[in-house]
């Protein structure tokens, strides 16, 4: 249980095109979902938070025109790159948390496999 | 701001030795803590979390971690590590929902 799967698992682009990455929670309901960026050998940086139906929070310093998120379902949160650039390129992990689970089981987070971009 | 320090970044050992990686975090009130796991070319799993309760975690494939409070630590272990636990580990707190990772720590075990 709690599946999390990411669309696609890695994407080559030029320069200036956008991206659209789609993190899904297959065997549960995810109100919220997050977005993480990781670099080589370092840990994993918080992007936003991606809440069903409502606007998504965006860590201090990433630019939410830059990395557009909708949430349009409970079980599916997009994350596109707008005008993507060399330095876009990193890999990018979503996770969800199941919707039903009651105290501090709410706060784990199940993580999809993560998805390479380069941008050329 | 909440911070999660894991000492270790490089760990190497053979195969049967005990492992115990370190990581503290410095908000003291609170917390939920949780250790990743993320094996080569796959995506991060859960190995074991802490709540409330028993602060000796056992976890998945024999890992444990124990919570000292005093010491904002919540300290990975394995009694005998295998080939196959070459990984990267992150410790992780949780905070307003929101889980902030140490920097991670690669595990490599030699057969």
């Known amino acids: 249980g709690a599946v999390v799967s990411q669309h696609p698992s890695r994407v080559i682009c030029k320069s200036g095109t956008s991206v659209k990455i789609e993190c899904r929670s297959l065997?549960?309901?995810?109100?919220?979902m997050f977005w993480y960026r990781q670099f080589p050998k370092q840990s994993l940086m918080l992007m936003a938070t991606s809440n069903e139906g409502s606007k998504a929070t965006y860590e201090q310093g990433v630019e939410k025109d830059k990395f557009l998120i909708n949430h349009a379902s409970l079980t599916l949160s997009t994350l596109t790159v707008t005008s993507a650039h060399p330095e876009d390129s990193s890999f990018y992990i979503c996770?969800?948390?199941?919707?039903?689970?009651?105290?501090?089981?709410?706060?784990?987070?199940?993580f999809g496999p993560g998805t390479r971009l380069l941008v050329l | 701001a909440q911070s999660v320090s894991q000492h270790n970044h490089h760990v190497i050992l053979s195969e049967a030795a005990s492992l115990e990686l370190g990581c503290n975090y410095s908000y003291g009130g609170t917390v939920n803590l949780f250790w990743y796991v993320q094996y080569p070319g796959q995506h991060l799993q859960l190995l074991l979390k802490?709540?409330?309760?028993?602060?000796l975690v056992k976890g998945i494939k024999g890992f444990e971690a124990e919570f000292i409070k005093s010491k904002f630590s919540f300290n990975l272990r394995k009694p005998s590590v295998q080939w196959s636990d070459t990984a990267e580990y992150f410790c992780a707190v949780s905070q307003g929902g929101k889980l902030i990772f140490g920097q991670g720590t690669e595990l490599s075990v030699k057969p």
């Open positions: 065997d549960f309901q995810a109100t919220t």
């Open positions: 996770s969800a948390r199941d919707t039903h689970s009651s105290g501090a089981r709410w706060e784990t987070q199940y």
């Open positions: 802490y709540f409330s309760g028993d602060p």
